[in-house]
């Protein structure tokens, strides 16, 4: 970014931003279904990600099963609380009309977005961390009873091992990416409902036209361009090297995914009437 645009930028969001994020923390916190949405997300993490380890077992040595990402499992189910929670952050003043009230007080368009993403993101990263981390306790508890042992090969996994941390750094920061998603989603569309569906259906569209799509070639493109299948590769430990899609680059797809839905969403907020 050049010195003259940089400079341009202060005067206009910097002075907007401090209120702006006091305003959306206030309303973030003060709204009891955001709290009940980031403990559903814990809950449903947790819980998926220990009955698929207390049923997954191990018979010999070498089976070949990732147990990090067997523990991780919820993040597939968690992440449909962190999109209807990213859509809800914004949606509900749209539904109501309150919208016209925020930007009153906040006049600057880019900050009031800036805000609403820095504390959804805060809130998630945070409700994430405590949702990977219940899952890693419960495979390291229930995994070595189904033959997960390291007669088998599959010693305790450990959370700072650098697979491991970077499965579960990983799936934090893909349930924040996916609520930036729901939170660009609902300002571009304006219409909580319409954009719940619309990021359902894209997390989970690409997986079924996978399985439809005979071609090999282009099954691996699929899961190169489609936001959960790449995303998600980042929880993989075993196999890395036979991914379509590397861990951090698969993660990065998202990020262009969550950044382009934000985008849109910014340029419908800057040029639209409340």
């Keep these: 970014m050049n010195p003259p645009f940089r400079h341009a930028l202060r005067p206009a969001l910097r002075p907007a931003l401090r209120p702006a994020l006091r305003a959306e923390w206030t309303k973030f916190r003060t709204d009891g ?11 449903l993490t947790v819980a998926v990600g220990a009955g698929t380890a207390a049923t997954t077992t191990c018979h010999t040595p070498g089976c070949g099963i990732d147990a990090p990402r067997t523990a991780l499992t919820g993040v597939l189910v968690g992440q449909v609380a962190a999109a209807v929670l990213g859509v809800l952050a914004a949606g509900n003043e749209y539904r ?23 504390v959804l993101s805060a809130a998630v990263l945070a409700a994430g961390t405590l949702a990977v981390a219940g899952s890693l306790l419960a495979v390291r508890l229930l995994l070595p009873g189904n033959g997960f042992t390291a007669a088998h090969g599959y010693p305790a996994p450990v959370p700072a091992d650098g697979a491991t941390l970077r499965a579960a750094t990983g799936s934090v920061l893909y349930l924040a990416l996916i609520a ?13 409902a319409a954009a719940i569906g619309t990021v359902l259906g894209l997390l989970f569209a690409f997986p079924a036209l996978i399985k439809v799509v005979a071609d090999p070639d282009w099954q691996r493109h699929l899961r190169q361009l489609a936001p959960m299948p790449a995303g998600l590769n980042v929880q ?9 899609i590397g861990p951090w680059p698969g993660l990065g797809v998202l990020a262009l995914w969550a950044a382009a839905a934000l985008t849109l969403g910014w340029a419908v907020l800057r040029t639209r009437d409340a």
């Design 33 to 43: 279904t955001h709290a009940r949405l980031l403990l559903l997300l814990v809950l």
């Design 236 to 244: 993989a430990t075993l196999g890395v090297d036979r991914l379509p």
């Design 96 to 118: 109501t009309g309150m919208i016209r009230t925020t930007l009153a007080a906040v006049p600057c368009r880019s900050a009031v977005l800036a805000a609403r993403a820095l």
């Design 180 to 192: 930036l998603l729901g939170l660009g989603a609902v300002t571009a569309v304006r219409d909580a």
